[in-house]
């Protein structure tokens, strides 16, 4: 039987491991998903998807319900490593709010429902301007696509190297 680890108590993951506990991968990044709807049956199969396809280029997916929670993550991370953020726009303001750790953060991902929150992140974005969190504008990824179809585009952008052969692989982990 495979063995199988969850990646945090909020986040209903069970990904199969490859050869056991021994073999967990060493992690180059961090993917933080903030999202109030993660640990519901409905976005398993996506928070699955999203936590093969960021290991498959190395990362580590940690999820939570609570913004508040994302600070007391961070700072206790046993070793520092470059993280993403990916929230929607109902998480991204309390996240504006309360998150002050910046360090090595590689991009803030907001996912919205519709164009007209694209706008009202972009007034967030003006408005914690000194916020860590908003360290380069250019390293916020504000969209409507999907969290996993967002994920994809940018880890093609991040691992050039990796080809559209590796991507479609990826995209054969995400979907089994």
Same mark, same amino acid.
Request: with cysteine.
């Given at each position: 039987?495979?063995?199988?680890?969850?990646?945090?108590?909020?986040?209903?993951?069970?990904?199969?491991?490859?050869?056991?506990?021994?073999?967990?991968?060493?992690?180059?990044? =961090? #993917? !933080?998903?903030?999202?109030? $709807?993660?640990?519901?049956? %409905?976005?398993?199969?996506?928070?699955? /998807?999203?936590?093969?396809?960021?290991?498959?280029?190395?990362?580590?997916?940690?999820?939570?319900?609570?913004?508040?929670?994302?600070?007391?993550?961070?700072?206790?991370?046993?070793?520092?490593?470059?993280?993403?953020?990916?929230?929607?726009?109902?998480?991204?303001?309390?996240?504006?709010?309360?998150?002050?750790?910046?360090? =090595? #953060? !590689?991009?803030?991902?907001? $996912?919205?429902?519709?164009? %007209?929150?694209?706008?009202?992140?972009? /007034?967030?974005?003006?408005?914690?301007?000194?916020?860590?969190?908003?360290?380069?504008?250019?390293?916020?990824?504000?969209?409507?696509?999907?969290?996993?179809?967002?994920?994809?585009?940018?880890?093609?952008?991040?691992?050039?190297?990796?080809?559209?052969?590796?991507?479609?692989?990826?995209?054969?982990?995400?979907?089994?």
């Amino acid at each position: 039987m495979a063995q199988h680890y969850s990646a945090a108590p909020d986040c209903p993951i069970d990904v199969p491991l490859a050869n056991g506990p021994a073999s967990r991968p060493h992690y180059s990044w =961090q #993917l !933080m998903w903030c999202y109030e $709807h993660v640990g519901k049956p %409905k976005h398993q199969e996506e928070t699955t /998807k999203i936590a093969k396809h960021a290991r498959y280029f190395n990362g580590k997916l940690t999820c939570t319900k609570e913004a508040a929670k994302v600070e007391a993550m961070l700072s206790k991370r046993k070793r520092v490593m470059p993280w993403v953020l990916m929230t929607d726009l109902r998480g991204f303001i309390p996240l504006l709010a309360k998150v002050t750790v910046g360090d =090595q #953060l !590689m991009m803030v991902i907001v $996912h919205c429902e519709q164009e %007209k929150q694209v706008a009202k992140a972009a /007034k967030s974005i003006a408005r914690f301007q000194n916020n860590p969190l908003l360290q380069d504008k250019n390293c916020v990824h504000v969209t409507v696509a999907s969290p996993l179809k967002s994920l994809q585009e940018l880890t093609q952008l991040w691992f050039p190297q990796a080809g559209a052969h590796d991507s479609d692989r990826s995209e054969e982990h995400t979907s089994e």
